[in-house]
Structure formats: C-alpha cells, structure tokens
C-alpha cells in the first residue's frame, strides 16, 4: 500500500504589515468593529508578485524535505491572483525552482484551493502514478482589492504556503477527503468584471468583489461541519481522535461556530487570522506551517483541516502525520526587502487601480 505523506513544509508571509488603525485612514471603518466582527488584527501585504511568494515557501518546503527541484513530478499550484492567467502559474515556479520534470497546473477553488489540489494530487500518488508532488497556496489578494469597499477590503491578507507530498510505505499521511460545490450560490462572492465575459460585454474594467457577507457565513458553517463529521465517520473515526484542526482563516466567529457545532474543543485549533487574516487557499498551508514550527504537531497526530470559498466550494481532509516534525535541512532564501510600509503598498496600489480604471473608460 502506497501513502501520500507530507514530508517538506514552507510559508513565505510578505513583511509589510497594515493593522486596522492604518485602514481607518482610507475607509470609514473602525479598530473594534474589525477585531469585534473577524477576530482579524492585522494583515500583510506583499511588494513582490505572488509567484515570488510561492518561489520562497517552496524552496523552504523542499529543503525541509531536503529533496531537489528535480525530484517533483507534478507543481499543484492553487490560487485566485495568478500574476497572468496563460501560461500559468506553476510553470512561472517551476523555472524559478528549476523543476524541470514537474508537470504544472493551476487550480482555482478560491478559499478551498488548496485542499482541492491536496487532496487530489495525494489521490493520485495513492494510485501510483506520480511520486514527489509540490503543493503551493499563494495568493496576493491585496492587489485586487477595491479599497473602497468595507465589507471586504479588511478581510484579506496576502502570503503563500506549500508542501511538498511524498509517495511512502509508512502508514501516515492523507487518508480521508471530502470536496464539493453548494450550487446557486455562485453571486455570494464573485468578481464579475475580472473575466472574458467583461471584456466581450464592454464593461469598464472594475475589479470588486460583490460579497454577501452573512450569508457566506452561514454556508461555510454549515458546509464545512458536514464535511467535516463525513470525513471523520467515512474513516470510522470520532471526534475525539482529532488532535488538532486547522480550519481556513476567515474569521474568527466562523471558526468558533464550526467548532461548536462539531462539539469540539477551541484548544485543538490552529488559529492564525489576527495576524495575518484572510489569505485565501494560502490559509491552511501557512497555518499547518505556524503550528510545526510552534511543537503543535507531535508525531502521529491526526489532524482536521477544514476550508470553504468562492462558488461556494467547500472540503475537509483528515491526514495522519508521520514521525518527522521538523525540518531536514534549511534555507536562508528569504523576500527582496522592502522600506514600504503595508499603508504605503496599499496607496500605490489605489493609484495604479485609478489609472487602470481610467485607461479602460
Ligand atoms: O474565505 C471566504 C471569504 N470570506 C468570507 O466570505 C467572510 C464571511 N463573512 C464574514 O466574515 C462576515 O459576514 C463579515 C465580517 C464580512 C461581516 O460581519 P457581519 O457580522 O456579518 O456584518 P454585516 O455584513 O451583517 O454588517 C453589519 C453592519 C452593517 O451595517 P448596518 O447595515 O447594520 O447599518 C455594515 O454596513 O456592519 C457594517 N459594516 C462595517 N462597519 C464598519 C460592514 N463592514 C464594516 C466595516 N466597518 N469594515
């Protein structure tokens, strides 16, 4: 029997950081509303493009693992900000990294990206067919905010994740996984104007997320607690085999309602968005990364992971870890610096947006 083990893990969170007092300045929103209403603190946000988030969390990942570039079969690449959308993403990464016998391919399932791609890549090495996969969440939400706009603007952050999921004989790793999409709930959380439909209809080039707040709320809630109690009963489990969880980062009061309504217990989660928010299908790989890196993770734990997004999809994992909970070699690569500060960021990318917006008229 063949299993699909995670054995190399890197983040890469850009180091501008933009706290909610630096958003009261360019919206009409408050520190208590945004601590009270997502549990999120501050966010970060990158002055590099997204691929070289995920060039840094996946040369962190694979020194962990201490494999070459040249040892990756296949680069799963999840996001919703691709730098440019053909060719993709993940063979921008590939030449990065030099992963020369990868197969490259992008996957947008927003939140739940990366779930998606992990779970499916871990199908396959499973089956045989591939054996050294890398897994990257990256995502750099901040360039594709509209500033003006309250309701979503102070969710996200931007960073990136990966793993790299290894073909083994040890019984660990990924072993139970439920995906999906709850139909008609597609104009919850779209961006209508980013697309070729745009473009064929004449529409001026305005990128705003339309977001209906509550009731993505509810959905993830519900959606992600009967993933979750699926995954566990399919894989004859209960609760109280969960040794930790690691939920997408939306929101804090999401995060306890799917807790509670599991009935487990808030000291088994990881819990990351009040410093870094909302940073999409990066959420689980930076979280899962966080906890390693804080002795969360012990050898043999089983673990939750649980996300929801845009379309609304949805999916929950449960993997077995191995032995191994640290890395086998490091690295000292690290993000171009920056004098910028998160505030600054944010005000070059409103002008470039003003004068995007212009141009198309
Ligand atoms: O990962 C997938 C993407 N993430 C999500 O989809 C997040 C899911 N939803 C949520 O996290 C929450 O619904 C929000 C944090 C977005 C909103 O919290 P809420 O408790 O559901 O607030 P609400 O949308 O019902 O708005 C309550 C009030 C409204 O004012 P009125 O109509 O009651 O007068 C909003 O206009 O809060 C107002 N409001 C704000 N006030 C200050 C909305 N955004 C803000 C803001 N600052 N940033």
Not at 77 to 96: H, I, K, R
Not at 152 to 172: P, Y
Not at 252 to 279: C, F, P, Q, S, W
Not at 306 to 318: C, I
Request: glycine share 8%; with cysteine.
């Amino acid at each position: 029997m063949t299993y699909a083990q995670i054995t190399g893990w890197g983040s890469c969170l850009p180091p501008a950081r933009l706290t909610n007092q630096d958003i009261t300045s360019v919206m009409e929103t408050s520190e208590e509303w945004i601590v009270e209403r997502t549990g999120i603190k501050t966010r970060r946000i990158s002055h590099v493009k997204n691929a070289d988030l995920a060039h840094v969390a996946s040369v962190r990942a694979l020194a962990c693992a201490d494999i070459s570039a040249l040892d990756i079969d296949v680069i799963a690449f999840a996001t919703t900000t691709p730098d440019e959308v053909v060719p993709n993403t993940a063979s921008m990464l590939q030449g990065a990294i030099g992963a020369t016998n990868a197969a490259c391919f992008d996957l947008n399932a927003a939140c739940t990206g990366f779930l998606y791609a992990f779970n499916m890549i871990s199908e396959m090495i499973r089956g045989g067919s591939v054996q050294t996969v890398l897994v990257v969440g990256s995502e750099r939400l901040s360039s594709l905010m509209n500033w003006s706009r309250r309701d979503s603007a102070i969710l996200f952050g931007d960073g990136a994740g990966a793993v790299v999921v290894q073909a083994s004989d040890q019984e660990s790793g990924f072993f139970q996984g439920k995906l999906g999409c709850i139909e008609n709930t597609r104009e919850l959380l779209a961006i209508p104007d980013f697309g070729l439909d745009a473009i064929a209809e004449h529409r001026p080039l305005d990128i705003t997320i339309d977001f209906h707040g509550r009731e993505i709320f509810k959905n993830a809630v519900t959606g992600m607690a009967k993933a979750c109690t699926d995954v566990i009963s399919q894989s004859g489990l209960s609760l109280d085999d969960i040794d930790l969880i690691i939920p997408h980062q939306a929101n804090a009061r999401i995060i306890e309602a799917l807790i509670k309504r599991l009935g487990a217990d808030m000291e088994k989660v990881v819990v990351t968005l009040d410093r870094y928010a909302n940073t999409s299908t990066s959420s689980i790989p930076i979280a899962l990364c966080e906890a390693l890196e804080q002795g969360r993770v012990k050898p043999g734990m089983t673990i939750l992971m649980a996300a929801f997004g845009a379309g609304l999809t949805w999916g929950a994992t449960l993997i077995k870890w191995g032995d191994r909970i640290t890395p086998l070699a490091s690295t000292d690569i690290d993000l171009p610096p920056t004098d910028k500060t998160g505030l600054e960021l944010i005000m070059e990318a409103i002008a470039v947006r003003a004068n995007v917006a212009d141009k198309f008229r």
